[in-house]
């Protein structure tokens, strides 16, 4: 996706900076991890869903005249 037809949703510019990052997992996910580690059966199979389907990246977007971060995919959904 070219930067020039995307516009900031605050400032309303077109002059986005593009960069795919990832989430980060929180403390409470490792902490989910560690007690399905201890669950034998139950625990691996979801343990396995968690991983493959965790921390997927996406593209972000940054105005460079405002500073707003936005998801290009998801522009209701918060960036830290």
């Known amino acids: 996706m070219s930067s020039n ?3 900031c949703p605050k400032c309303k510019t ?3 900076l593009l960069q795919t990052m990832r989430k980060n997992r929180s403390c409470l996910t490792y902490f989910i991890y560690l ?3 201890l669950i ?3 625990g691996w199979i979801v343990l396995f ?3 493959v389907t965790g ?3 996406f593209t972000a977007a940054t105005c460079q005249k405002c500073g707003h971060s936005w998801n290009i ?3 209701w959904e918060k960036i830290r």
């Open 73 to 75: 995919d998801k522009p």
């Open 5 to 7: 037809n995307i516009t």
């Open 35 to 37: 007690v399905l580690i």
């Open 14 to 16: 077109g002059d986005p």
């Open 49 to 51: 869903i968690f991983l």
């Open 55 to 57: 921390n997927k990246p």
């Open 40 to 42: 034998p059966v139950f």
